[in-house]
């Protein structure tokens, strides 16, 4: 009988709260995926248009105090009309509105390749693996794991689109010098946070549905390219073919887009810019930058309802029960 | 009490898995035994909460199966029978990410994963990814994935299937250790006889989803009454002879006999016979039912 046994000891230490499993499985995968180099370098390129957005807000700080740190710059703002120039503080909100639209259209792209990278292996290589009795012979219930794997999607999705957003508010907030900006501007910070957590839902929930169908993650990842850039072809095509008001709402992107206009309020911000116009031009110039006009709430219904079916998916497909044999 | 079921029944459409199930299990080692598609499987999905029953009521470990199931898989360690894997991990992200799982801090989780991977016997192979470990490996590695958190039930679903001998009497010796030295109750589901003796003192055999027989190993394992197993060398029909001559019933049985001796007779009587008849005797003792022969008899009383 040895002194001390070295073999198996009880353990006695504190053990974390159910509400927070969930975060684990974030966690894990969050960690796992990041030593992708593909992953780092997708996140690396989507800093780049949040650069641009804070440059943009920092400018128009600098602009709206006339300070002589802009005016080596001023030349870059040529275009713009006089009235704006003469009275930028009166022109505060379109121009963070629009520099935020912008902003998020290009990140859609980032997000969407991050998505492909991050997300096509969440369930499908857990299913290939059997580890889901692993996961659910442990304190966890189903949703504590589609949780979780949206955890992963949601840390990627806000490292590119909300985070920057909001890191680019405060720069732009602390070079305005200005604290009616935290007035005219707080719309756009409470609406990048909004629309991260309707992208992350939508988008981590549409592919946690697509990872569950199958256990090879190229399949996933084919699938997911099919409904990005396939929606987005289809739509545009149909919009040149059939010239209906619904069109638009075959494309993915195109709703979620649709979704951030009505946040940030965008029509207003153009509403102003095309008072500066000719009337007799307005209406064709501002089309292709407002974009699709039609009924916000379509677009949300088109979300919705792939949410739900992204549910009924996921429910279907994860069973603790049918992976216990 | 390790669990108790009262009436429990499950149906998955028209088949049932569990018919009316009660039994009450105390804590130990507990070998459960049955025939495929018996309810073993069912049944350890209803003790860990994994499925809602039909009917009845039960407790594992004093928790409720319908109220308290986050409870119950919290104090229990389940070690599936397939191939499991959390994909992409070395053995010990493997094993410290199961203690994560079951509410353990990351500091905490890898500090005991090495704990229990030395106690497991996964040395530096717990650097290398789990997808290039041989089927003994995995089964430790599960093993001790399932021990990590220190539950007082630990569930092993056929954990010696497709083993080599050496493998299998390392899981067994494991398994024997946890239940008898360190005060872990286990539940040991196999099909091995063997296996279930080795490792387990109590057994419940199950048949289409009813309790056939349950009780401790070595109770079921009766004697028989005036009933002896005797090989001899040579010529062993002679001496099944000369053993009826002496009022005896000898029956053949594998290469010896199995020997009814008249009432008040005792051992001495083979020595006697032998002796004058110039036999050796190269084997003798009192009949005992094998754990075989009680599963085959639990299975037969309910045909």
């Known amino acids: 009988m040895p002194i001390f046994d070295q073999g198996y000891q009880h353990w006695d230490g504190k053990l974390s709260s159910h509400a927070w499993r969930w975060f684990t499985i974030s966690a894990r995968g969050a960690r796992s995926q990041f030593k992708s180099r593909w992953v780092r370098l997708a996140i690396l390129g989507a800093w780049i248009p949040a650069a641009v957005l804070a440059t943009v807000l920092i400018a128009w700080g600098l602009i709206e105090q006339k300070s002589k740190l802009i005016l080596p710059f001023l030349s870059l703002f040529h275009d713009l009309p006089e009235s704006i120039m003469l009275d930028p503080r009166s022109y505060r909100v379109t121009i963070w509105t629009i520099a935020y639209q912008y902003f998020f259209l290009i990140e859609m792209f980032f997000s969407m390749i991050l998505v492909l990278l991050v997300g096509p292996s969440l369930i499908s290589r857990d299913i290939r693996f059997n580890a889901i009795p692993l996961y659910f012979s442990r304190p966890l219930r189903r949703f504590d794991y589609f949780a979780g794997k949206l955890g992963v999607i949601g840390f990627f999705l806000a490292a590119v689109a909300v985070v920057p957003a909001l890191i680019a508010y405060v720069l732009g907030l602390c070079f305005s010098m200005d604290l009616t900006v935290v007035r005219d501007t707080a719309r756009l910070m409470i609406a990048s946070v909004g629309y991260g957590l309707i992208v992350v839902v939508s988008a981590g929930m549409l592919m946690l549905a697509i990872s569950s169908l199958s256990r090879n993650s190229r399949y996933v990842g084919a699938f997911w390219v099919g409904i990005w850039f396939v929606s987005n072809v289809v739509g545009g095509a149909l919009q040149g073919w059939v010239k209906a008001s619904w069109c638009p709402l075959v494309s993915y992107t195109g709703n979620l887009l649709r979704i951030n206009h009505v946040l940030l309020d965008t029509d207003s911000a153009w509403d102003q810019i095309g008072s500066l116009m000719d009337p007799r031009n307005r209406d064709a110039i501002l089309v292709g930058f407002r974009g699709p006009t039609y009924p916000w709430y379509w677009s949300l219904g088109v979300l919705a309802g792939l949410l739900g079916i992204s549910l009924c998916i996921l429910t279907t497909r994860v069973k603790s029960l049918d992976r216990l044999k | ?303």
């Open chain 2, 1 to 303: 009490m390790l669990f108790q079921l009262q009436g429990v029944s499950k149906s998955y459409g028209k088949i049932r898995a569990l018919r009316d199930l009660s039994v009450e299990i105390p804590a130990g080692a507990i070998g459960l035994l049955g025939p495929n598609g018996a309810g073993k499987t069912t049944m350890i999905r209803t003790l860990l909460g994994l499925i809602s029953i039909d009917g009845g009521t039960g407790q594992v470990l004093g928790m409720d199966i319908r109220a308290r199931r986050l409870d119950i898989r919290q104090s229990v360690g389940f070690v599936p029978e397939d191939e499991c894997l959390f994909p992409s991990m070395a053995g010990i992200e493997f094993v410290g990410y199961a203690g994560e799982l079951s509410g353990m801090s990351r500091k905490d989780a890898m500090q005991r994963a090495h704990e229990v991977l030395d106690y497991v016997g996964l040395r530096e192979e717990r650097y290398r990814n789990v997808e290039s470990y041989s089927t003994g490996m995995k089964q430790r590695l599960k093993l001790a994935a399932a021990i990590v958190h220190d539950p007082r039930l630990l569930i092993l679903d056929e954990p010696t299937n497709g083993m080599d001998p050496a493998g299998r009497q390392e899981i067994l010796s494991l398994a024997r250790d946890l239940a008898h030295n360190k005060g872990m109750s286990l539940l040991f589901s196999s099909h091995l006889l063997p296996d279930v003796e080795e490792v387990c003192d109590y057994v419940m055999v199950l048949g289409r989803g009813k309790l056939l027989a349950h009780g401790l190993i070595s109770e079921l394992k009766q004697s028989h009454e005036g009933l002896y197993e005797v090989r001899v060398k040579a010529d062993q029909d002679l001496f099944a002879q000369r053993l009826v001559a002496a009022g005896c019933r000898p029956e053949p049985k594998d290469d010896g006999l199995v020997v009814g001796v008249p009432a008040g007779a005792t051992v001495g009587l083979f020595w006697n016979i032998a002796a004058a008849s110039g036999h050796q005797i190269r084997f003798l003792r009192p009949r005992r039912s094998t754990l075989e022969e009680v599963f085959l008899h639990a299975l037969e009383e309910q045909t």
